[in-house]
């Protein structure tokens, strides 16, 4: 098919900047020196920022031209993600970027001249956007006009905070009522597209997007915050604190576990609604010749999604999980023991005899903790209250059983009197002496 002539000139251009990209002579940057590398970032940085403000440019005149459903018969986001493989969420982003800009003229200019980065463009639309409809059209031509100015001295999230300053320079005699509509129309627009997303991510992972109104999302960031604080503490004094093999979480790792610990906590005080009367549950599927040897095998959830031996055990341990065991052609055998966690006066007779969880030097309370078998369920233990310790959700793991007892890892037992231990590896006590956590040597607390 030939190309129209009013394109011509454009495809021509860009298979040519293409083809001199790919040309590139990869080697030759070996020996450059450190200048001439920053150099070669600052021209690839230009580069792309100009190329991606054209894409976003190109994709928003086919978008409102209609050109993919009339050249090819299907939308523009589902040719993009068949044609050049792009996630459809990806593409869909794509073009709402293209529609935000779509009126801002200025802007795109800008853009388009290498003068606004595209993430700059993107926060300068968010905040046009914003701005009260009582602003008229020389107003909104003037912010405009001031905010592409701005990008030469902030980036994407100072360009974002600029709302209230842009309202003082072009409609200084009403900014203090106009910034109060603002912020009301803010907050009606935020409670309408608040929203969590979970996606898997095909590799053992969910990916987590969400967006909060900002007055309640500080309510759940201070509840992690605060649990962050605490386990940061319990550090500073566990045991484990020495031991190389144990990994360093990272602050964005705690946080994960924080909010993972919200979800655990909400389960177990019952929190979570039911449905017909009954609470949710995770189902996992396993093949009842598997089942003995469920330590070393993975699941399956119900979704459909593998799930690892390590967080199988664990859900398996403290969560209302039902084992759905199957037979030869995927016959349901048992969906369980209602005996296998511990009930409520279990959980309150651990608290109080427990005091949190048992491994030396950490302090995180009995409602942030689960309930470890001293003899795992697959192997004929049982929920009984001389068999069942605290543990918190950093330190379950590391006492979790593993076939054959090695000697490198972390080990639970109960002492003689009824005493939760924990037995250190030999690289870090080559006696290996039980030891237990200090509340248990209090005599007020063991009264």
Not at 338 to 343: L, T, W
Request: proline letters at 6%; a neutral charge.
């Amino acid at each position: 098919m030939e190309d129209h002539p009013q394109v011509g000139a454009t495809l021509a251009t860009l298979a040519a900047a293409e083809e001199l990209v790919l040309g590139l002579d990869h080697d030759e940057r070996r020996l450059a020196r450190p200048a001439d590398r920053l150099a070669v970032v600052d021209a690839c940085v230009r580069l792309a920022a100009v190329v991606e403000s054209l894409l976003v440019e190109v994709v928003g005149e086919a978008e409102r031209a209609d050109a993919a459903r009339i050249a090819v018969g299907c939308g523009l986001r589902a040719w993009l993600a068949d044609r050049h493989r792009l996630n459809p969420r990806h593409a869909g982003a794509l073009i709402k970027r293209a529609e935000a800009l779509r009126s801002l003229s200025t802007v795109r200019a800008a853009a388009l001249a290498g003068e606004v980065a595209p993430a700059q463009a993107q926060a300068i639309a968010s905040v046009l956007k914003e701005l009260p409809e009582e602003l008229a059209g020389a107003e909104r031509e003037q912010a405009e006009a001031e905010m592409v100015a701005f990008a030469g001295e902030f980036d994407p999230s100072g360009l974002s905070q600029l709302s209230k300053h842009l309202l003082g320079v072009v409609a200084p005699e009403k900014a203090e009522a106009l910034e109060e509509a603002r912020l009301a129309a803010q907050e009606k627009r935020c409670r309408r597209e608040r929203r969590v997303t979970f996606t898997r991510d095909g590799v053992g992972g969910v990916r987590v997007n969400a967006y909060l109104p900002v007055g309640e999302a500080e309510i759940l960031i201070s509840q992690l915050d605060a649990r962050v604080n605490a386990v940061l503490h319990a550090q500073r004094a566990a045991l484990d604190r020495g031991d190389s093999l144990v990994a360093v979480r990272t602050a964005a790792q705690l946080r994960a576990d924080a909010l993972l610990e919200l979800g655990w906590f909400a389960a177990s005080q019952g929190w979570a609604p039911g449905a017909d009367g009954d609470r949710p549950r995770v189902l996992v599927l396993l093949y009842y010749d598997h089942l003995r040897a469920l330590a070393e095998q993975h699941g399956l959830l119900a979704s459909g999604e593998d799930i690892a031996p390590g967080d199988l055990r664990r859900l398996l341990v403290e969560a209302d999980v039902l084992p759905v065991v199957l037979g030869g052609p995927s016959e349901v055998l048992d969906l369980g023991r209602g005996n296998r966690y511990a009930d409520a006066l279990q959980r309150v007779a651990l608290a109080l005899r427990d005091g949190g969880c048992v491994f030396p030097g950490c302090d995180m309370p009995p409602g942030w903790c689960h309930a470890h078998h001293t003899r795992g369920w697959r192997d004929g233990g049982g929920t009984n209250l001389g068999e069942l310790a605290l543990y918190c959700r950093h330190h379950h793991p590391i006492v979790e059983p593993r076939r054959g007892d090695p000697p490198w890892r972390w080990r639970h037992q109960m002492g003689a009197d009824g005493v939760p231990e924990v037995v250190p590896p030999r690289h870090v006590d080559p006696t290996r002496t039980p030891r237990r956590h200090q509340r248990f040597r209090n005599p007020r607390l063991r009264q």
